[in-house]
C-alpha cells in the first residue's frame, strides 16, 4: 500500500469502521511509515483539537 | 435578554447565574457563538438566529446547568443542537446551495503525493511532538481557526458538520445529498489540507498566514 491509500484508510477509520483487509493493511503499511504514523497522530489530534475549540475561548485569559 | 444584569432576574437560575450576570462575559460569549454559527451557517440572518435561540434555550434550561462542565461548553452544546436543527431545515426550505453531485475536481488541490502514491518531499508530514490539546495556548487557537477559514467551501462544510457539529455520516451525506464514497474523499482532502496549513504555520512555520 501506498502513502496516499494509507492516509486516506487512516482519515477513514475517523469516519467509518475499516474492514479487517484494510485494517491489517493499513497497520502493515504504518508499522514501516513514519510519516504515514505521523499523519495518523496529527489527525487524531487536531479531531481532538476542533472538539475542543468550541469549548475554549481563545480572548479569554481565564481559560489560558 | 436586556435586563440580564439584574439579580433579581437571574434569581432561579441557579450554577448559571454568575455566568448570565455577567454582561461582559455573555456579550463576549455572544460574539464567540455568532462566530462560530458563521462559519456553518452562510447566511449571517440564519447564524444570528441560531445564536438568539441557543441562548434562549440555555436561559429557559439554566436549571439544568449544573455547573460540573463549563458554562461555555453546555452553551455551545444547545448552539450546536440548533445549527442542526437549522441545516435540516435549511434543506427542507430547498435554500441549500446545490453541491456539485458526485464530482469534485481536484486539480485545486495541493499536491501531496507523487505518481507512484508517496509523500512529496515539502509535505510529507514532520514530527509534531505529541502536542497536549489542553495545554495549546491562544496563539494556536488563532492559526488553528485562519486554517479552517481557509479550506475549500465544500471541504469545509462537511468538515465543520462531521467535526463541529458532530454529525454523522448518514445524517451529513442525506442533508447534503452527496455519497458517502464522496464524504469521505472530501474529508480526506479536508484532514490534509488542515494538517499541511497546521505544520506550515504552526507546528514549523516558515511563512505568515497570507
Known amino acids: 500500500m501506498m502513502c496516499e491509500n494509507a492516509t486516506k484508510l487512516a482519515s477513514d477509520e475517523l469516519d467509518r469502521r475499516l474492514s479487517i483487509g484494510e485494517t491489517l493493511r493499513l497497520r502493515l503499511h504504518l508499522f514501516g511509515c513514519d510519516a504515514c504514523s505521523g499523519f495518523v497522530r496529527q489527525i487524531g489530534m487536531m479531531r481532538k483539537a476542533t472538539r475542543r475549540y468550541v469549548a475554549t475561548d481563545a480572548s479569554d485569559p481565564d481559560e489560558r | ?210
Open chain 2, 1 to 210: 435578554m436586556g435586563n440580564m444584569g439584574n439579580e433579581e432576574v437571574i434569581g432561579g437560575y441557579g450554577a448559571a447565574a454568575p455566568f448570565l450576570a455577567d454582561a461582559v462575559y455573555m456579550a463576549e460569549l455572544r460574539q464567540r457563538m455568532l462566530k462560530f454559527a458563521s462559519l456553518q451557517l452562510a447566511d449571517p440572518g440564519l447564524a444570528e438566529d441560531a445564536v438568539q435561540e441557543a441562548l434562549a434555550g440555555a436561559l429557559r434550561n439554566a436549571k439544568a446547568f449544573a455547573g460540573r462542565s463549563a458554562f461555555r461548553t453546555w452553551v455551545f452544546a444547545i448552539l450546536r443542537n440548533k445549527i442542526a436543527d437549522q441545516i435540516r431545515f435549511k434543506r427542507k426550505q430547498s435554500q441549500m446551495i446545490a453541491m456539485p453531485l458526485g464530482h469534485f475536481p481536484d486539480e485545486d488541490e495541493p499536491r501531496y503525493f507523487d505518481v507512484k502514491g508517496h509523500w512529496v518531499p515539502e509535505n510529507r508530514p514532520s514530527d509534531w511532538g505529541n502536542p497536549e490539546v489542553e495545554l495549546l495556548g491562544k496563539d494556536f487557537w488563532r492559526v488553528f481557526e485562519a486554517c479552517l477559514d481557509h479550506l475549500p467551501p465544500d471541504q469545509g462544510r462537511v468538515f465543520m458538520m462531521r467535526e463541529f457539529v458532530e454529525m454523522e455520516t448518514p445524517e451529513i451525506c442525506a442533508e447534503i445529498g452527496i455519497t458517502t464514497t464522496n464524504m469521505h474523499v472530501l474529508m480526506h482532502r479536508a484532514r490534509l489540507r488542515l494538517r499541511n496549513c497546521l505544520e506550515g504555520h504552526w507546528f514549523a512555520p516558515e511563512e505568515s498566514l497570507s
